[in-house]
DNA sequence: ACCATTCGTTCACCATGATGAACAATTTTA
DNA sequence: TAAAATTGTTCATCATGGTGAACGAATGGT
């Protein structure tokens, strides 16, 4: 079923939504209008049928639009039958209490990795986001853990497609020495990334098997400081064994079904 | 803008996602179509698009379709902009601890009522939901604060294409009855249940103002063993007084802006 | 105060998008 | 095991849905 027919609208309509996300204050017609580059009045037509179903809301005074109640029922609902994060949630406290740096659970969706839970690490100083937080495909260890997890081709077309950003003066743009990377993610199952993503920080991330529709993954995040080479490794050896104590306990889950 | 063009593939995707939303297992083709009077064709055209932009998952081997994270995503972005439940939180905290019910924060989204946050009463027997269910508008205390926050046109129409669906035995069904609740809860600012929606519980409930989008209520419900006429006077008073409490804040806050 | 610009809204037009029919694949029934 | 029924997928068709042009309202600049 290649190139079967999406409903062009439909894609219309979750750009405004993703566009309104990011949005706090709400947006207008025409300021959509030019940054999707879609016409006012389809625009206009979209968000009536938007606001008819809840899933934004207009003020009337300001004419602009925002997220509406709707998105946060079937948010909720899309979050309460992700079994993952139940599952995984033991077994990434019991890492944090060994590695004592935040650990943080995801999934790929789409060109970008979408955070589902987060057990924060103990410390007064530590690296957090919102649960829901979207982060860049390219970006750091969890990045590489995901593109090892697909057919290389697939990413080797979406580094050639859309290029690989730079995010510090320490991030692996060539896509040669990227796709290296991807390698040896695959073979050892574990990725890393040493200030990468952001200045200053260090990372481990390692894939969780045996999820039927969602690729997943756990990373532990930390500051440079704290992490040398020894505890590098020492996370590496640790969040591979939590992945897979969690990968367990998937396949031990499915097959109680 | 009476009548103004809503594009028709956005509601049906909607539509869609409603269904799938209650579906813990997923849902395939033929049976959206069926249930929704939809073409497989269209069906098959508009989850494409879902799956392209993440908002549904499609298993490969049932080709059953569940939510994907995209909503997920979404539904966060809006929650974190609903501003009244940080507002509203302390006062609820400190109603429940004067009642020692649970209290209930929610806003209505087109003919239903969404739960925002519940401040869980501290007893062992206790009534709660989780947060983002869905309430029929029709439904108890809460539902009659907000049909009286409505243009009264608008709220006769509701009931004459709706109908008031029965509950209990003790729903009041008949339109000009509900209607004179809904004039009680407008005069009073508040409205009552008296195991109208649930059979052995009772609810008082208080619309907020001062929300310039979205039209929000508290309610404290409890098991009627538990509540007396003299405690339910109570619980007006309080649930009436918070109310007000909370627009405070609302104004407060939104002059500060 | 007036003019220019921008925004939101309406409407007629037409071609793109939604869909019904047909078909292939899969599942169910006998 | 074979036939019937159902499901998912494809494709040609055409009319409905999306949209460009125009207009009214609001805002900004002089």
Redesign the interface.
């Given at each position: 079923m290649v190139n079967?027919?999406?409903?062009?609208?439909?894609?219309k309509?979750?750009q405004i939504?993703?566009s309104v996300?990011?949005s706090?204050q709400g947006m207008g017609i025409s300021e959509l209008s030019k940054q999707l580059f879609l016409g006012k009045s389809t625009v206009?037509?979209?968000l009536?049928?938007?606001?008819?179903?809840?899933?934004v809301?207009?003020?009337p005074?300001t004419k602009t639009y925002?997220?509406?109640?709707?998105?946060?029922?079937?948010?909720?609902?899309?979050?309460?039958?992700?079994d993952i994060k139940e599952i995984a949630r033991p077994a990434m406290e019991a890492l944090m209490e060994r590695v004592q740096e935040s650990v943080f659970l995801g999934?790929r969706?789409?060109e970008h990795l979408?955070i589902?839970d987060i057990v924060e690490s103990m410390q007064d100083l530590k690296i957090t986001a919102?649960?829901?937080s979207?982060i860049p495909l390219f970006a750091g260890a969890a990045g590489k853990v995901f593109m090892a997890s697909m057919p290389e081709e697939q990413a080797a077309e979406l580094i050639r497609m859309k290029g690989i950003p730079r995010f510090t003066k320490h991030t692996i743009i060539n896509p040669m020495r990227f796709m290296e990377e991807i390698r040896k993610a695959r073979r050892t199952g574990y990725a890393t990334d040493d200030e990468e993503y952001i200045p200053g920080v260090r990372a481990v991330a390692a894939a969780i098997q045996g999820t039927?529709?969602?690729s997943a993954a756990i990373w532990v995040v930390g500051f440079k400081p704290r992490i040398d080479a020894k505890k590098m490794a020492f996370l590496a050896e640790e969040t591979l064994y939590s992945a897979r104590e969690i990968s367990e306990k998937i396949k031990t889950a499915d097959a109680a079904r």
């Open positions: 079967a027919y999406q409903a062009p609208t439909v894609k309509a979750f939504l993703k996300s990011k706090r206009f037509g979209i009536n049928a938007l606001e008819n179903v809840g899933a809301v207009r003020d005074t925002t997220l509406g109640v709707t998105l946060f029922e079937l948010g909720r609902a899309a979050y309460s039958r992700i999934v969706n789409k979408t589902l919102p649960v829901g979207r039927r529709t969602l």
